[in-house]
């Protein structure tokens, strides 16, 4: 067996986890050293679990991260395993009276020189990848939809080989929803924004059905798609209860009809060599751990201050899982208007979650839980360290789009679920996703490449060909936090330039989930 491992993140910590695979059986010794004075395991604590490494009191605070993720419902000697059921949840900081833009990091030293071969765009974004999406209004349109494009896929691609794919962005909005309630933009405009996303572009094509109540013209208004570059001067959408389709194969004839001239725009580009500052990162973690917040999360940390060195644009989100760091958050904001739209964004959502009778506490899973997180505070110390170090310049509300100017480190606030995380993130124009995950999450998207990262070593070995990145030789000793942020900046920058990742090998992703906090009729 391998030596006992135990990692505390912090030397005022009164915790540590055990690293070892299959946890640690009681009567480990445990030598003294990087945890303290020695001590030895009263009983079996599983892989991820929290081990005292001092008497804690009951009503005590148990600290890890340097701050206190729960409270003692008992004593608890040292070498004891520290589990949910000896812990209470602290309350939810208040909103109120948080420090403002008190933390401001100095600017990061800039990183010059890396570039990638994106695609450009005529509104100066850059792709990763050449797709050609079919936006739809509504869900009745996704079962047509899809089969037209299987056959676009079929038989027009091979004519189009710059061409990555085709996606059908399908969703259940659109209609039997109470379009004008409040909540109802951000469905809304979620759709509307990622069928601008890079990944596509610049070329929008619509398909709708005709009676619904999200209307072509409600979904992208005049102006809000780049018309000249797709070379029409009004928005031409397939309708499929328009009179001239007579039975269900005009309707597939006519959207693959539509679907050539977008194709033959996008087969005419080709990738160029484009700085990193064209980057947008979306980040998040999935079926975490305890070892979320100690491989992989802070390697995604280490990646996301080199991103932003280099220029480009990080979006951190999952609001459940920053709203107990939100004092951390607002003082490193770069600006008390920064600040103040976190506490916006946060209060916002707290409401929400108020509003269905449940608190941030909702989130931890079975899985969390059994992978060694007590509660949402311990997760959440866990998941910012995603943000990495640098000042959160910008904060963007749900299904928003960002702007070509607001770069750096992004808060974009969306709810943690990590369907919902990734569409949302696609709306704002992320170019590429990165995806921490300890339980193990088989997580793809199609329009836009996913790099997967592994918490532990364990399941990079067992699911070798569904994780791109394995953050567990951290824990292992092989490699630093330092050394595996680096590793991901590189593998970035090749997978922006067309190298593939499992999840595009396997051609595996997920269906898009909107938010939408408005009523259903
Ligand atoms: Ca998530």
Redesign the pocket.
């Known amino acids: 067996m391998t030596a006992p491992l135990l990692l505390r993140m912090h030397p005022e910590d009164n915790v540590a986890i055990v690293a070892n695979e299959g946890g640690l059986p009681a009567g480990t010794v445990i030598e003294a050293g990087c945890v303290g004075a020695g001590l030895i395991l009263r009983e079996k604590v599983p892989q991820g679990h929290k081990v005292s490494l001092q008497p804690i009191e009951a009503g005590q605070a148990v600290r890890r991260y340097q701050v206190p993720i729960a409270y003692a419902l008992q004593q608890i000697e040292p070498g004891r395993w520290v589990h949910e059921c000896l812990l209470r949840m602290p309350a939810a900081c208040s909103l109120e009276g948080l420090p403002l833009a008190s933390a401001i990091r100095p600017a990061l030293e800039p990183l010059q020189g890396h570039t990638f071969e994106g695609y450009v765009n005529a509104d100066g974004s850059v792709g990763t990848r050449n797709l050609l999406a079919i936006t739809t209004t509504v869900q009745c349109v996704a079962g047509v939809v899809d089969i037209a494009a299987d056959r676009i896929r079929r038989e027009l691609l091979p004519l189009y080989p710059q061409v990555d794919g085709v996606v059908a962005l399908e969703h259940s909005y659109g209609c039997g929803v109470a379009i004008d309630a409040p909540g109802a933009e951000i469905p809304i405009r979620t759709l509307r924004h990622i069928s601008l996303n890079p990944n596509f572009g610049g070329e929008v094509m619509v398909v709708s059905l005709g009676c619904e109540k999200l209307q072509p013209e409600r979904l992208l208004p005049a102006g809000s798609i780049p018309m000249v570059a797709a070379g029409q001067t009004t928005l031409h959408a397939v309708c499929l209860q328009d009179a001239h389709h007579i039975g269900f194969a005009s309707m597939i004839d006519d959207i693959v009809l539509s679907a050539r001239p977008h194709l033959e725009r996008l087969n005419a580009r080709r990738r160029q060599t484009v700085p990193a500052s064209a980057l947008v990162v979306g980040v ?3 079926g975490s751990d305890a070892l979320s917040g100690v491989t992989a999360n802070p390697a995604v940390g280490a990646l996301a201050d080199l991103l932003v060195r280099a220029g480009a644009t990080v979006m951190f989100s ?1 609001n459940t899982e920053v709203r107990d760091a939100v004092d951390q958050l607002t003082a490193r904001a770069a600006s008390p208007e920064v600040a103040q739209a976190i506490v916006r964004e946060l209060a916002w959502y707290d409401q929400y979650l108020h509003r269905g009778q449940v608190d941030r506490s909702a989130n931890t899973t079975p899985g969390n839980k059994a992978g060694g997180l007590s509660n949402i505070v311990e997760k959440a110390m866990g998941s910012i360290v995603k943000s990495g170090s640098a000042a959160i310049s910008h904060v963007l509300p749900p299904g928003e789009k960002l702007r070509p100017d607001q770069r750096g480190l992004v808060f974009a606030a969306t709810p ?3 369907f919902i ?1 990734g569409t949302l993130q696609l709306a704002a124009g992320m170019n590429l996703h990165v995806f921490t995950t300890g339980r193990g999450t088989p997580y793809g998207l199609q329009a836009c490449p996913v790099v997967k990262v592994a918490t532990r070593t364990d399941l990079a070995r067992r699911w070798h060909d569904l994780m791109d990145v394995n953050a567990g030789r951290i824990a292992d000793g092989q490699i630093s936090v330092e050394q595996a942020g680096r590793e991901l900046f590189d593998l970035l920058l090749e997978v922006a330039s067309g190298k593939r990742t499992w999840a595009e090998h396997w051609k595996l992703h997920n269906a898009l989930v909107l938010f939408n906090p408005a009523p259903i009729t």
Do not use: K, R
Request: hydrophobic share 10%; net charge negative; aromatic share 0%.
């Open positions: 998040q973690c999935g999952e943690a679920s990590d995380c």
